[in-house]
């Protein structure tokens, strides 16, 4: 079956860095997709990988290591606004989107 | 920019109820869909639809239908709400001609069945 994995909440401090992980199994693979979601809002997109490596955007990094069925998201200079649920999605060979259940993150003070 | 439009942010229907959830997306999109989104569940997706009056059931279709009249509308219908259709439902559209996994999303409609 296809299945995505992600730790269901994290917590970390404002001005530090988290890494959000992701782990996928799809039949067969066109890309892996991070969308942000704020509280009682629409999911927005962040990033998209279909090569390994590193893509950065900013204070937001994401990584791919396909061999792996592996994926990050790299929050740096954490701020408060940062506080929302991250959602990573692969996109299988019938290009349909397999979402995970979603990263709850915290930021403290 | 981008602007989806969910019509109703929260609706409260009654067991038995016929429910209309309405998406209208302003870019002329092709591909539109209806996902729902349920705690500690990743979206699942509904139906979807790539062109006018052209609708394909995603995962979970049972119990729901949907309607494209035009580009720019797509409609969800629960002809017979239950409890179990309590949910967020959240609308998406995305342009054809690309890796379809860049989607623009609206408010959603959190939907309450009593």
């Known amino acids: 079956g296809q299945n995505i994995d992600q730790p269901t909440e994290m917590t970390a401090t404002e001005g530090a860095i988290v890494q959000i992980n992701c782990t996928y199994q799809t039949s067969g693979f066109n890309g892996l997709f991070w969308y942000q979601q704020h509280a009682g809002e629409a999911p927005t997109f962040l990033s998209y990988n279909v090569l390994d490596g590193l893509e950065e955007k900013g204070r937001f990094s994401s990584f791919l290591s396909r061999s792996k069925g592996y994926s990050y998201l790299l929050l740096k200079e954490l701020q408060m606004k940062d506080s929302a649920s991250y959602l990573c999605a692969a996109l299988d060979s019938n290009y349909q989107l397999i979402w995970g259940a979603g990263t709850k993150l915290i930021i403290k003070p | 920019d981008v602007k989806v439009t969910q019509s109703s942010r929260y609706l409260v229907k009654r067991t038995g109820e016929k429910v209309f959830l309405e998406c209208v997306q302003d870019m002329d999109h092709e591909n539109m869909f209806w996902y729902r989104q349920d705690p500690g569940l990743g979206l699942r997706l509904i139906y979807f639809?790539?062109?006018?009056?052209?609708?394909e059931k995603g995962d979970i279709p049972e119990g729901y239908s949907v309607s494209r009249e035009k580009k720019e509308r797509f409609s969800l219908i629960l002809e017979s709400a239950s409890t179990n259709q309590t949910s967020m439902y959240l609308c998406a559209s995305t342009p054809p001609g690309i890796v379809t996994g860049e989607l623009f999303f609206g408010e959603g409609s959190r939907l309450t069945v009593l």
């Open positions: 639809s790539y062109d006018v009056k052209m609708k």
